[in-house]
């Protein structure tokens, strides 16, 4: 009897070390006597000791980082370039299987790729399209991937390194587009003035009236300013009706001066003698 028990407590010591516990988001790919089984889990799983071995496979999204990478431009401007890489194990059988650290893998493959697509990309496009260069290459390590059973949902480039003095032209690119704004905007203001004022002459020269009531409108603004001396301009047109009269008596002969003053007649005009030879 004692052996029967000693017998029943290996087996019983065999099945519970060979017992397995698989969180929710793990996979076990097992080799049973170095053939490829499968994966199981997650759950409750058993693993015969001495005869079979098993590794566990993440399929939660991981978050790598890409260190920065030395870049010469296409523009030939030297740069630093880091980006974060978004994956995921797919099937954990090829994940093991197909790579030997698909991790590793990934990282490489990512540092690579992202120094060849960022050498065949000038610096502007890589500063004002960074969705497009994220883009590339997401689907260029995700194809490249594939294979290992890695799905690659992201690829975001997130800081870039300039030298100082591209820093500097930088700055003094922008501040030159600033003042190219400013000036556009300055000549805009001065086109629609001067269409306002073109407009505003316009209707005035039709009426009449309306440059007096401009000139009690200008008298009220400068009365508003409490000041010591006060400027009345006095419009032109209130000498209009003076000159059209002295206009026409210049054209018509007529003497301005009359022909009495005080009561009394002005003497004639001398006729001229004639001087004889």
Do not use: C
Not at 153 to 159: F, M, Q, R, W
Not at 212 to 239: C, G, H, K, M
């Amino acid at each position: 009897m004692e052996t029967v028990y000693v017998g029943l407590g290996i087996v019983v010591a065999y099945l519970l070390g060979g017992l397995r516990v698989l969180r929710e988001y793990e996979r076990g790919v097992y080799f049973f006597l170095g053939r490829l089984w499968g994966a199981k889990g997650p759950g409750l799983i058993f693993l015969p000791p001495l005869f079979a071995r098993m590794q566990k496979v993440s399929l939660r999204v991981v978050a790598m980082d890409i260190p920065p990478q030395d870049v010469i431009t296409r523009d030939n401007i030297s740069i630093k370039v880091n980006a974060v890489l978004y994956m995921k194990v797919r099937d954990a059988v090829r994940a093991v299987n197909e790579v030997e650290n698909y991790l590793y893998a990934t990282s490489q493959l990512a540092q690579t790729t992202l120094r060849s697509v960022l050498g065949e990309t000038e610096l502007d496009e890589l500063l004002m399209n960074r969705e497009k260069i994220n883009t590339i290459l997401k689907t260029i390590i995700d194809q490249r991937t594939e294979a290992w059973g890695i799905e690659v949902s992201a690829v975001e480039v997130k800081d870039v390194d300039l030298p100082p003095e591209m820093k500097r032209a930088i700055a003094r690119q922008a501040e030159a587009e600033r003042e190219r704004r400013a000036k556009v905007i300055n000549a805009e203001g001065e086109l629609q003035a001067s269409e306002k004022l073109a407009q505003a002459a316009h209707i005035i020269g039709a009426e009449p009236a309306a440059i007096q009531l401009r000139y009690l409108q200008t008298v009220t603004e400068i009365a508003s300013e409490n000041n010591s001396t006060t400027i009345f301009p006095i419009p032109l047109d209130l000498f209009r009706a003076f000159l059209e009269t002295a206009g026409k008596q210049a054209r018509s002969g007529t003497p301005a001066l009359p022909e009495k003053a005080s009561g009394d007649a002005l003497p004639a005009a001398r006729s001229e003698q004639k001087v004889k030879a």
